[in-house]
């Protein structure tokens, strides 16, 4: 635990930071065009680079929460803990925490890194979530991402026993990602025992 609180990555000092965090967040939403505001902060993901880190990092979490989920995706571990008491932050709730083990990928910054949205669409598709996309946040200023930094990634990412399609769009700038997807972690990890 120590080790945490070294590289100032335990629990309460992420915590602490959260507020911070979520009005990045916020500032983003505003660069995209949109207010994410009636949507539900389905659950929030951080990153780390050392799996000695990740490891004790899922342990100590696990005091704020129960594992929900730890599957193997994209050939590395990637835990959910879901929230005993979920986490109130700038007018969300969020419920979940994303923990995935490092890749190969190194991330200029550990830590919080994005935080996932449930836009409620029928979507099994990026392209039929980008269609449904354009029909209820109108203001989403596509032509205008570039110019602002933003990378956007369309992916349809999937746990070996999912049976819940759940196509995401990742909004990312700098160190910042949003990501908006049809159903909540909870759904797809539902649909595993289904």
């Known amino acids: 635990m120590q080790k945490l609180f070294d590289v100032g990555l335990h629990p309460e000092q992420m915590l602490a930071e959260l507020p911070a965090f979520m009005s990045k967040i916020s500032d983003l939403a505003t660069t995209l065009g949109i207010d994410l505001t009636p949507y539900q902060a389905d659950h929030i993901a951080l990153r780390v680079n050392d799996h000695e880190l990740a490891k004790a990092l899922h342990q100590a979490w696990l005091a704020y929460g ?26 969300w709730t969020i419920e979940a925490l994303e923990l995935p083990y490092p890749s190969d990928k190194v991330y200029p910054q550990q830590g919080w890194e994005h935080v996932e949205f449930v836009i409620p669409s029928q979507a099994a598709t990026t392209d039929e979530l980008q269609e449904d996309l354009a029909v209820l946040l109108p203001t989403l200023a596509w ?26 769009y990742a909004f990312k700038q700098d160190n910042l990602c949003i990501k908006l997807h049809p159903c909540s972690l909870k759904a797809v990890i539902d649909s595993e025992i289904a």
């Open 66 to 91: 129960d594992e929900w989920s730890n599957n193997e995706i994209n050939g590395r571990p990637i835990i959910v803990i879901g929230f005993t008491q979920p986490l109130e932050v700038a007018g």
């Open 143 to 168: 032509d205008a991402l570039a110019e602002h930094g933003i990378k956007v990634k369309a992916s349809s990412p999937s746990g070996e026993h999912e049976r819940l399609a759940n196509p995401t």
